[in-house]
T-cell receptor, first 115, second 111 residues
């Protein structure tokens, strides 16, 4: 079946612009995660949803970052007034249910470059 | 705060060699540990997941071990092939849903 998909795959934004990154999880997956991966680094947790509820947003680096999942399926990560330090690959993952047993499946990521 | 370290940062080997990648973590109270592969421009592919109660997991030419008390895991790759060239990431899950990743080991297998 289809895996996690993300769009766009590449995004170039001028500093100060707003961007929106989309994640389509695997159908039926309850949990959805966003991670940020800077060049040469491992992914770092941003936020986590169970259905439409955002249960953990402790990793969001500033109030310019906002994530939503209004119908418990597709999620959007929005970054306002982008800065150069926001340049990174943004990875989305989904898992079948909440719980430490369930494996996270990752999408291909969106590479954001802020110029 | 959990920290995950991977050594070496990069490794280059000739085809056919057996190799070991290392991962260490500071907080031994983990639920499981996972090894991923990341190819350039691609997402993460899960290779092996070891629950905290397990000592090792095997899949084909890959074997991952876990020593939770010492905070260490190794990924053993037998008879390496050029197609194994990628970045290998180690991630641990503690009491929360999030994964904590190391920075990865970039492996190059030369024909």
């Amino acid at each position: 079946g289809a895996g996690v998909s993300q769009s766009p795959r590449y995004k170039v934004a001028k500093r100060g612009q707003d961007v929106a990154l989309r994640c389509d999880p695997i159908s039926g997956h309850v949990s959805l995660f966003w991670y940020q991966q800077a060049l040469g680094q491992g992914p770092e947790f941003l936020t986590y949803f169970q259905n439409e509820a955002q249960l953990d947003k402790s990793g969001l680096p500033s109030d310019r970052f906002f994530a939503e999942r209004p119908e418990g399926s597709v999620s959007t990560l929005k970054i306002q007034r982008t800065q150069q330090e926001d340049s990174a690959v943004y990875l989305c993952a989904s898992s079948l249910a909440q719980g430490l047993t369930y494996e996270q499946y990752f999408g291909p990521g969106t590479r954001l470059t802020v110029t | 705060k959990q920290e995950v370290t991977q050594i070496p940062a990069a490794l280059s080997v000739p085809e056919g060699e057996n190799l070991v990648l290392n991962c260490s973590f500071t907080d031994s109270a983990i639920y499981n540990l996972q090894w991923f592969r990341q190819d350039p421009g691609k997402g993460l592919t899960s290779l092996l997941l070891i629950q905290s109660s397990q000592r090792e997991q095997t899949s084909g030419r890959l074997n991952a071990s876990l020593d939770k008390s010492s905070g260490r895991s190794t990924l053993y790759i037998a008879a390496s092939q050029p197609g194994d060239s990628a970045t290998y990431l180690c991630a641990v899950r503690g009491g929360s849903e999030k994964l904590v990743f190391g920075k990865g080991t970039k492996l190059t297998v030369n024909p």
